[in-house]
DNA sequence: ACATTATTGAACGGTTCCGTATAATAAAAC
DNA sequence: GTTTTATTATACGGAACCGTTCAATAATGT
């Protein structure tokens, strides 16, 4: 789905290169300014108008790049979940005992959670789902589900060095991000003033760090 | 006109009564299209004469009940939240072991989460939290914030009668809630096809199982 | 110089929709 | 009947915006 037209700068094949060539960088400053339109004020709110005017491009120029609205819009969330999955790659947290290494996996989950952009980036995103299911499952795939693959992994190799006695380890994951996320997230979403949140909330801590209590008092090796 | 013939028939006051009288049933069938279409096409998609017409009725009615497009939302949201509280209140489940009870009660809250309505009652609602925080609130408070009080309560009289060993039955509670939405919450709000998924899902019976055991495994009088 | 493509700015047709206004009609009390 | 109010159908002003078109300009090649 990705250039037709060479998306290389320099004249690498120097055999086809005719005419006043492609500024490729505005195609990424084209989908930043979307980004912030489409997931501040919504998709029906945003007119490519404005977009392009954010962009300082002409708005022949988005229409150039990008076929429709609703297709600038799938562009805008693929490209976040390419930054999602890039931001959620450095998830190592080696070191420490088996608690802390969960509650700081726990306390980085949230913090990158409750930020103000995911939080109405899954707003935005949740609503046009409805008759676009595929930006959904791009959605769940870059973010939930990486999660949860790396929870469950993070398990397994505790079960393995025998720090854990768990059967199902994709299960036990789910139960411990589940009780991370609590109240706390409808709260987030549903919730006054997600602008003057702190990050990650004063309670996140208490939080995090009695879901991994309990879940420790259940899984821990006897 | 339509044939739907006057509902209002009795002079109750009989003092005050000049012209002819409000049809008090219309606002009420007004409201129910409004609910259809704003929480399956969203705000900005629908239109207060499609509204209109799903209500049988003039769009100058309409404006003659409700100030504004906004103001027919927001009685809308408190509508839906009003029926949220009735459908609430019944959940007694007062018998059998205490297992028995948190897993009839956590089968009841997939069931009442899950549904196709509430799905997209949230999605759209979210969204309109960014611009009116105070709906946001109003659903807060009919619905999660009674269930986990619910919740807790039960927590609390399964303390008192001996069954349970809690110190904070708010935060347990927030912990085997958290469990049982799981990931299958995000699934749920991002996958494909709410319409043909099964309520509750096939899943749903061994996550509030295991969700139950782990909780109890924990907090079980030893 | 020339040719070729990208980009801009402005304008246009078409659509949708909010909120209001007006004239006509319906349903009650008297 | 008359009076009074609710409701309808229709139309209108105004705004917003999508997607396209066109002429003019910019940036690269030969």
Redesign the interface.
């Known amino acids: 789905m990705s250039g037709k037209t060479s998306t290389s700068i320099k004249p690498a094949a120097a055999n086809k290169a005719l005419g006043r060539p492609v500024d490729t960088a505005k195609s990424a400053i084209i989908l930043g300014a979307a980004r912030h339109e489409f997931f501040n004020i919504?998709f029906?709110?945003s007119s490519i108008e404005s977009i392009a005017a954010r962009a300082g491009v002409s708005k022949v120029t988005v229409y150039n790049r990008f076929k429709s609205k609703e297709a600038l819009f799938a562009a805008a969330v693929g490209n976040e979940c390419a930054v999602m999955r890039k931001a959620l790659s450095v998830e190592a947290t080696a070191g420490g005992s088996i608690r802390e290494r969960l509650v700081h996996f726990g306390m980085e989950m949230v913090a990158f959670l409750w930020r103000d952009e995911m939080v109405?980036f899954?707003?935005?995103?949740?609503?046009e789902?409805?008759h676009n299911?595929e930006i959904?499952?791009l959605?769940?795939d870059a973010g939930?589900?990486r999660l949860?693959k790396a929870l469950s992994h993070l398990l397994d190799e505790a079960v393995e060095a025998g720090e854990l006695q768990i059967d199902?380890t994709e299960?036990a994951a789910?139960?411990l991000?589940?009780?991370?996320?609590?109240?706390a997230d409808?709260?987030r979403?549903?919730?006054?003033?997600i602008s003057q949140a702190k990050i990650p909330d004063p309670k996140a801590k208490k939080?995090v760090n009695?879901?991994v209590d309990?879940f420790l008092?259940?899984y821990s090796k006897s």
Chains 1, 2 share one sequence.
């Open positions: 919504g029906a709110q109405r899954e707003r935005h995103l949740a609503v789902v409805e299911p959904g499952l959605f769940l939930p589900r949860h199902d299960q789910e139960h991000s589940g009780m991370i996320k609590g109240l409808l709260e979403r549903f919730g006054a003033n939080r009695s879901a309990l008092k259940s």
